[in-house]
């Protein structure tokens, strides 16, 4: 049973390209969240989706970001426009049923540099 | 505003010896509170959890302790190896059914051989 699978693991973007970043949630499991490891920070909660349905973004910025969980294929956080600032390591976490975040099984993260 | 504070950034331990990791939280509405540990390049681990029911719970190596009443925890490995050294986060959520954790920024622990 592979574990929660992200890609790309390292991504670099130019000033106000796009970024999509892939996670694949383990087998069986429906809930997806999203976090953000800024440099010498924590991780920042961002979203938490189920399939087809956003349960909570209260930690998503207003402009640029988006999420998706689709009833097939992997869950996507799309930024657009990428500033400098959006550099950081995103985390996907992936559980398999509702508020089971202490379930939840991390992947290995996207790297993404705006440069 | 941080609701989660990990106020040690380090700390360094001889193989061994016990390891105590602190972590102090200012919201009142926690109630369920986790250990991750990070390496490098690799996504968080879960470790250890607590629930404010309780003010200690133990797995093997590891234990932690929750004085609510300070509004802190603490993670304790004894004894420590070099296998534990990492990134280590402290985590809170309203509920072991909460949509998010708080985490605070981590505490690089060092175990030396």
């Known amino acids: 049973n592979a574990g929660v699978m992200q890609n790309p693991r390292h991504l670099v973007r130019r000033r106000g390209q796009e970024a999509r970043l892939r996670c694949s949630p383990m087998?069986?499991?429906?809930?997806v969240y999203w976090y953000r490891q800024l440099p010498e920070e924590g991780l920042k909660f961002m979203v938490y989706l189920q399939k087809e349905n956003i349960i909570d973004e209260s930690g998503m910025p207003k402009e640029r970001f988006s999420a998706e969980f689709p009833k097939e294929g992997p869950s996507i956080l799309r930024i657009q426009q990428v500033v400098r600032g959006d550099s950081a390591a995103y985390f996907c976490?992936?559980?398999?049923?509702?508020?089971?975040?202490?379930?939840?099984?991390f992947g290995q993260g996207t790297r993404l540099t705006v440069v | 505003d941080q609701q989660v504070k990990q106020n040690s950034p380090s700390l360094s331990v001889q193989e061994g010896r016990i390891s105590i990791l602190n972590c102090d939280y200012t919201?009142?509405?926690?109630?369920?509170f986790l250990w991750y540990k990070k390496y490098p390049a690799e996504g968080p681990t879960f470790l250890i959890s607590i629930s404010s029911i309780k003010d200690k719970n133990e797995d093997g190596r590891f234990t932690v302790f929750l004085n609510k009443s300070a509004k802190h925890l603490s993670l304790h490995i004894v004894p420590s190896q070099p296998g534990d050294s990492a990134v280590y986060f402290c985590a809170a959520s309203e509920g072991q059914a909460g949509t998010a954790l708080i985490f605070g920024k981590g505490t690089t622990l060092s175990v030396s051989s």
């Open positions: 976490a992936s559980s398999p049923k509702t508020g089971g975040h202490t379930e939840a099984f």
């Open positions: 919201n009142s509405m926690f109630d369920y």
């Open positions: 087998k069986g499991h429906s809930h």
